[in-house]
């Protein structure tokens, strides 16, 4: 696609459910991040994936949060038993491995646990 | 220590002024350097790379000092359209984005 494609761009889910996060990077970009903003907030690094290996787990939060990359492209974050502190907006990036390069984001899914 | 450090703001300032943000980072083996801008509810996009001897685009500056660690970014006759918060980004290799808390701007009529 021409863009990082993230989905859903919304969820509404209960205290203790699991929710699945996806991040569907741009075409040939070999890193992926992770990151989460709450409501005026900075942005806070979760995890990071070079190919499908996560050299980097270091930012997340809990055991309940993991993340998987299949294949060098498509992205799942997992959170288990969600609480309501975990309502955020998950946002999704990637880049090519070369350092100098930029990070696009996508659109980020906007997570609300009640 | 945060890995990049910015003021917050809010910088409230009138059309057409110079505002400028400043952003420090700790990390001396950082290798590139971006701003970002983000717009309410909106996600990050890339304002303009940061090069060591400077660089300029359009109304916009963005300056570099390795050797006192930090990183400005200058904008010269604000419009209103440039009201956003202004996020301070640093790479230090291996693909390791670090972004500040982010500067808000509001430019008023």
């Known amino acids: 696609g021409a863009g990082v494609s993230q989905s859903p761009s919304n969820k509404v889910t209960e205290k203790g459910k699991d929710v699945e996060l996806r991040c569907d990077p741009i075409s040939g970009h070999t890193a992926l991040y992770w990151y989460r903003q709450s409501l005026g907030q900075g942005l806070e690094f979760l995890i990071y994936f070079q190919g499908n290996s996560a050299p980097d787990k270091s930012g997340l939060p809990s055991d309940r949060f993991s993340a998987e990359r299949t294949g060098g492209s498509v992205s799942t974050l997992t959170i288990q038993r969600t609480q309501q502190e975990d309502s955020a907006v998950y946002l999704c990036a990637s880049s090519f491995r070369d350092s100098n390069t930029e990070a696009f984001f996508g659109q980020g899914t906007r997570l609300t646990v009640v | 220590r945060k890995e990049v450090e910015q003021d917050p703001g809010p910088f409230n300032v009138p059309e057409g002024a110079t505002v400028a943000f400043n952003c420090t980072y700790s990390?001396?083996?950082?290798?590139?350097f971006f701003w970002y801008r983000q717009d309410c509810r909106k996600e990050p996009k890339l304002l303009m790379s940061v090069y060591s001897s400077g660089n300029e685009d359009g109304r916009f500056t963005a300056q570099l000092n390795r050797a006192s660690q930090y990183i400005s970014l200058l904008i010269r006759d604000s419009k209103l359209s440039d009201s956003a918060t202004y996020l301070c980004v640093v790479n230090i290799g291996g693909n390791q984005f670090y972004f500040g808390t982010g500067t808000s701007l509001t430019v008023i009529p």
């Open positions: 990390n001396s083996a950082s290798q590139s």
